[in-house]
């Protein structure tokens, strides 16, 4: 064919024959529009996967360099460059942890802790009312659930403070006692009669002794009171309240009554054990860590507190003599406080309860002293704070004439006079004091 020359034309036959078969084409075609949105979705789809998957083989690659780079580097660079990251690390840690803290200490966090702690404790001592007048049988149960909570929970905050040889003291090793009799040994008379003696003797005089508080916010103290309290009660509903307990527990089978003097001795044998436990895990085996001030006891902490009387007698005596003079009055104590349990509450349901009712009255009146001391001394502080305000403003207005003071409202001294000078009140004389104002103040921290 030529240069330039163009191709024939094909017959008009032919030609209306081909665009009536395209046109055919076009419409079966346009019947997949759908397929070719589906296409173009995965396309741009398929095409962002590309471009994240060079991404990160563009990541790995400069890895691998830095990687190479850094094994071509003299043993000492390498050295160096690993504390500088190691170094970063901590610093990151450390940060992050203080943050943590924080957080935790913040005033938000610290009052949901404490309305926790509220409503467990009030839904606790709720529950316990209704189980012991519907379902004595459950108390049992109700001691150790609340057990399994509040113990560990103890042992991880006494642990962060380095208080944790605390939890070496007669109570904790009591309560294990309890567990183990209603758990493992329900037959024991032995083990039933010292710890019926050790919870109704030492652990619930401690409520007196330790002066324990009910104070529902304070989850420390909500512990401590559970340990203390819970543990008579306990053994209170086995031996007067709990329906036939000689199928559950059948050590009550053997112990109609009690013998006073075995009683004395079975109790006085279980805690012979863990004063000489106690003495040879801490004050021998710890000694070192105890005196240099690392760790705290209940002997060192009664020891450096002067101003109750077992810290002030154990102070008058030679320091050679006073760890055996501690132990040995722990165990006059402990001997003392099972007698009212040896001669009495064993046998009498009635003398139980208003035992019971007495330890608990007391809890409940050092809470409320609690409440009212510490919140009335941070209501003070407050008022003083507010005097003291109240005394800058005026001296920084000191140069306002007469008229301006005037109308600036009462100055320090008639603010201090409030607290005790008369106001008029709907037509009457009253006054008011500091403690009609305490509603007004934030009381949902204690001191």
Request: aromatic content about 14%; hydrophobic content about 40%; glycine content about 6%.
């Amino acid at each position: 064919m030529p240069s330039g020359s163009r191709p024939p034309s094909p017959p008009f036959g032919k030609t209306f024959e081909r665009f009536v078969r395209d046109e055919l084409t076009a419409e079966w075609a346009s019947a997949f529009t759908l397929l070719d949105t589906v296409e173009t979705y995965f396309d741009s789809h398929v095409d962002l996967l590309q471009r994240k998957l060079q991404k990160h083989s563009d990541r790995l690659k400069l890895k691998a360099e830095e990687t190479f780079k850094i094994k071509d580097l003299s043993g000492d660079l390498l050295a160096e460059n690993f504390d500088r990251e190691f170094k970063n690390f901590k610093l990151k840690l450390s940060t992050r942890m203080t943050t943590l803290a924080a957080s935790w200490q913040s005033a938000k966090v610290v009052r949901t802790r404490e309305k926790v702690s509220f409503f467990f404790g009030v839904m606790t001592l709720l529950f316990s009312a209704l189980m012991f007048g519907m379902s004595p049988q459950w108390i049992h149960i109700a001691y150790t659930i609340q057990g399994c909570y509040l113990l560990p929970l103890r042992y991880y905050q006494y642990k962060k403070r380095a208080w944790h040889y605390f939890l070496f003291d007669l109570c904790y090793y009591v309560t294990i006692l309890n567990f183990i009799f209603i758990w493992f040994l329900p037959s024991s008379p032995a083990l039933f009669v010292a710890c019926y003696c050790l919870s109704h003797g030492s652990l619930a005089s401690a409520v007196i002794t330790w002066r324990n508080s009910l104070v529902f916010h304070d989850q420390d103290k909500v512990t401590s009171l559970y340990v203390h309290i819970y543990a008579p009660f306990t053994f209170t509903v086995i031996r007067h309240f709990y329906p036939n307990a000689e199928q559950r527990f059948p050590a009550l089978i053997e112990l109609p009554h009690l013998q006073p003097i075995r009683a004395l001795f079975l109790s006085g044998g279980i805690y012979m054990i863990w004063q000489f436990l106690y003495w040879k895990f801490l004050l021998v085996d710890r000694r070192a860590k105890i005196q240099s001030g690392q760790r705290t006891t209940s002997f060192s902490f009664l020891l450096n507190d002067k101003r109750g009387v077992i810290g002030r007698s154990l102070s008058s005596v030679p320091p050679s003599y006073r760890e055996a003079a501690f132990m040995g009055g722990q165990l006059i104590y402990a001997v003392l406080t099972e007698l009212p349990a040896v001669f009495l509450l064993y046998d009498s349901s009635i003398w139980s309860g208003a035992f019971l009712i007495l330890i608990f009255s007391v809890s409940v009146w050092n809470g409320g002293g609690f409440y009212i001391e510490v919140f009335g001394r941070k209501f003070e502080r407050e008022l003083e704070a507010l005097r003291k305000e109240l005394a800058e403003s005026t001296a920084r207005s000191g140069h306002s004439t007469p008229e301006q003071r005037t109308s600036q409202g009462p100055n320090e001294a008639e603010f201090s006079s409030m607290g005790s000078s008369p106001i008029m009140v709907g037509g009457d004389l009253q006054s008011i004091t500091p403690l009609e104002l305490s509603p007004k103040m934030d009381t949902k921290k204690d001191l």
